[in-house]
């Protein structure tokens, strides 16, 4: 054992390609700088980079081995990250499997709100990680700037305005596809082309039109706004009559998938059965196995309201269209989760045999607040919202996303456009 000559090289190299790469969020909010990159004042990384042990770590070791000096190989590279990550706290499941399934076939994620510097920076990491192929929406001038600015190298990756002289051919001919798809729903010939400098209305119809196979925005406007285009252009997929909204909690016990939290304000029976049918849907593209508790103030008939009975309803529906479906309902939170409890009091149910993954809210209200309460007080990390139902992946991010976040839903987008289109 000791230190030799490659193990310092090895380390100096990576810290200094390190310090070239973007920041992450936390070491910016760590030392309360807004916007870290290499220069005068940041020369190598800090001390609080999490980047510090899952690269230089490895880094070293492999010189250490390639040098003879290491008595003991590594076999498994993947796995020995993935153990210094978990010793930071940064390891988590779920984020594994999106990055690992969107590398195994990366595809084109148009960034509609290029001109932002977190929009940028997340996707020169998805690109250098091949998790996606970012197509740039916005001010070519405003984004190069921006490049400049934050160190970021994005050269070989198309800028499109949809603005620019050079896009009015292609804004007339999706605004003629677009006007036959509204015209009998309020859009005459010219709003139809006019609308189409809008970028998450341009982005949506470059996927429409299959020039890219996903679509992110939202960091910087409302979620109505941003989902309307959405919803005229792509539209639902078969059998789907409305989009819901699904939040991942991140614990260290395992995710918590949370619907419907962003779209449909107060569903019906029929809705709240579609919603925890896409919702389960989508649990299985990560592997696992829905375990579904559609949530109320009242338990298995307690109450007879109206709103107990919209869940009980929607659970009967549910269970006649997907039998073999593990959910169950309608249920109290704290129920839910205390199987022991459960298990006394009501051993019929089929959550007594496994923990609770799967929440169905019963109204908009209720499922917002929970995901807002997890994320801000518990202290939960979070991936959404995930939008479910559409034909092509259309993902909306939540206001004030983190680079972190933004990076994992375009690889939710991938992972979306990896089903739904084919290559």
């Known amino acids: 054992t000791g230190i030799n000559e490659a193990m310092k090289l090895a380390a100096v190299r990576a810290l200094a390609s390190l310090t070239k790469e973007p920041v992450p969020d936390m070491v910016n909010m760590a030392y309360g700088e807004k916007n870290l990159s290499f220069g005068p004042q940041y020369i190598i990384p800090k001390p609080l980079d999490p980047r510090l042990l899952t690269r230089v770590a490895p880094a070293v070791a492999k010189a250490a081995i390639e040098s003879g000096l290491a008595r003991q190989p590594i076999l ?3 796995k020995y990250e993935q153990e210094l990550s978990a010793r930071l706290g940064l390891d988590n499941y779920i984020v594994r499997v999106l990055n690992n399934t969107a590398r195994k076939d990366p595809r084109r994620v148009v960034f509609a709100e290029a001109d932002n510097a977190k929009v940028l920076k997340a996707a020169q990491i998805v690109k250098d990680e091949g998790i996606a192929h970012p197509i740039l929406l916005g001010n070519e001038k405003r984004i190069r700037q921006l490049m400049v600015e934050n160190n970021i190298d994005l050269r070989d990756v198309p800028i499109i305005d949809p603005r620019s002289d050079e896009m009015t051919e292609k804004r007339i001919h999706f605004g003629e596809l677009f006007f036959e798809k509204r015209k009998r729903r309020g859009f005459n010939i010219y709003e139809a082309k006019k609308i189409m400098r809008d970028r998450n209305y341009f982005g949506c119809m470059m996927v429409e039109t299959g020039e890219a196979d996903a679509l992110i925005s939202g960091l910087t406007r409302n979620y109505p706004d941003t989902i309307r285009p959405a919803l005229e252009i792509i539209g639902m997929e078969e059998g789907v009559k409305k989009a819901a909204g699904m939040y991942i909690i991140l614990r260290p016990q395992g995710p918590l ?3 419907d939290t962003t779209v449909n304000l107060n569903p019906t029976a029929e809705e709240l059965a579609d ?7 989508e649990v299985r593209q990560f592997n696992i196995e829905p375990r579904i508790a ?8 307690s109450s007879h309201t109206p709103e107990a009975m919209l869940v009980r309803n ?13 959910v169950d309902g309608e249920i109290q939170a704290s129920l839910a989760f205390n199987k022991e409890v459960l298990k006394d009091s009501y051993p019929f149910s089929p959550l007594i045999d496994g923990d609770v993954n799967t929440l169905i809210f019963p109204n908009l209200s209720s ?6 309460l997890l994320m801000e007080v518990g202290g939960f990390e979070v991936i959404g919202p995930v939008l479910l139902g559409l034909k092509k992946p259309v993902h909306i991010l939540q206001l004030g996303s983190s680079v972190r976040q933004i990076c994992s839903m375009v690889a939710v987008a991938v992972m979306d456009a990896q089903v739904k289109c084919k290559s």
């Open 367 to 372: 499922g917002n607040i929970a995901y807002n």
């Open 294 to 301: 559609m949530l109320s103030y009242s338990n298995f008939g």
């Open 257 to 259: 998938f949370l619907a």
């Open 275 to 281: 919603i925890t049918m896409l919702t389960a849907k």
């Open 76 to 78: 498994d590279w993947d």
């Open 314 to 326: 929607a659970l009967e529906i549910v269970k006649e269209k997907e039998p073999e479906l593990i």
